[in-house]
């Protein structure tokens, strides 16, 4: 298996621009998880998925932030309108079981977005 | 919110030395994960405890999660320039793995260079 795919890995856009970032997770993995990491902040929980559904988005810091799941193999997070602070490297991670208690995430490469 | 401390945030170190980096929190988990990520990677995941005062081994690499599952520490015998990377702690609050209030928290991590 070619392991969490995300696309793009470097985008740069300007602000009030639309941005989408994408990611197919794992075949066979029912969770998927969008993270965001900031040197100030760490690696934060956006939100996560489970059997394409998603289950807690309260790690979405605003409205202008939302995420889809429209198939097992397939999500995106888009950001409209994105702002200078929305700076930082996305995650995506798929499991076949919620982490901790010895289940695995796999984490993709990330989207290192600059908004200028 | 439950904090994840990690200390130190830097640390440059010569191969062959030995190093303890520390991961604290004032909330218990019910277990807590090391990863370690590299420039331009996603985090890969080194080992899970979920016992008070576990002990896990994993080649040089010595994890111990606290009495009271409060900390861990991870402690690196003769440290080589591979094991240079971002060192990250996650803990998990549920009681059980099938619980609800999934909140996977990451610490900010240690940044550990081992110089050749």
């Known amino acids: 298996d070619a392991g969490v795919i995300q696309s793009p890995r470097h985008e740069v856009t300007e602000m009030g621009q639309e941005v989408t970032l994408r990611c197919k997770p794992i075949s066979g993995h029912d969770y998927l998880f969008w993270y965001r990491q900031t040197m100030m902040r760490g690696l934060e929980l956006l939100i996560y998925f489970n059997n394409n559904v998603p289950i807690d988005d309260s790690g979405m810091p605003e409205d202008r932030f939302s995420a889809k799941m429209p198939n097992a193999s397939f999500s995106t997070l888009k950001i409209q309108p994105s702002e200078p602070r929305d700076s930082a490297v996305y995650f995506c991670?798929?499991?076949?079981?919620?982490?901790?208690?010895?289940?695995?995430?796999?984490f993709g490469q990330g989207t290192r977005l600059t908004v200028v | 919110t439950q904090l994840l401390e990690q200390s130190p945030q830097f640390l440059s170190i010569q191969e062959g030395e030995n190093l303890t980096v520390y991961c604290n929190s004032s909330s218990v988990f019910s277990s807590l994960q090391w990863y370690r990520q590299e420039p331009g990677e996603g985090p890969v995941l080194l080992v899970t405890v979920v016992t008070g005062g576990e002990v896990k081994k994993l080649k040089r690499l010595t994890f111990q999660f606290g009495d009271a599952r409060k900390d861990s520490s991870l402690h690196i015998t003769a440290a080589q320039p591979g094991d240079t990377g971002l060192y990250l702690c996650?803990?998990?609050?549920?009681?059980?793995?099938?619980?609800?209030?999934?909140?996977?928290?990451f610490g900010k991590g240690t940044l550990l260079t081992v110089n050749p």
């Open positions: 991670a798929s499991s076949l079981s919620l982490q901790g208690f010895g289940t695995e995430a796999f």
């Open positions: 996650a803990g998990d609050p549920r009681k059980n793995s099938g619980g609800s209030n999934y909140k996977l928290t």
